[in-house]
């Protein structure tokens, strides 16, 4: 639960600065797979939420290669915050 809080203290200082920005699109969704997941957890048959899903991780994904093509140590730093994996590069 402390990661919640820390997340909610982020979206608080990212809403007041930029909405646009990369790390706080990458941020929205976050909070959008972690939602779709826990809904899921109890709705397995859900199909159009699990297709939303993977609609939302896709985009995350491409949102976060952006960031580790242009800046290399603010993706670090988001990855850290946010608790999630590493990209694969290819």
Not at 12 to 37: A, D, H, M, W
Not at 48 to 73: C, F, N, P, T, V
């Amino acid at each position: 639960m402390v990661k919640n809080s820390v997340i909610s203290i982020i979206s608080q200082k990212e809403n007041e600065e930029n909405k646009g920005s990369v790390e706080f699109q990458v941020f929205s969704f976050t909070t959008k797979i972690r939602r779709l997941t826990s809904h899921l957890e109890l709705h397995k048959k859900d199909f159009s939420s699990q297709r939303g899903l993977r609609k939302i991780l896709g985009k995350r994904q491409r949102l976060l290669a952006y960031l580790s093509k242009r800046r290399r140590g603010r993706y670090k730093e988001l990855i850290d915050e946010l608790d999630i994996r590493e990209i694969k590069t290819r």
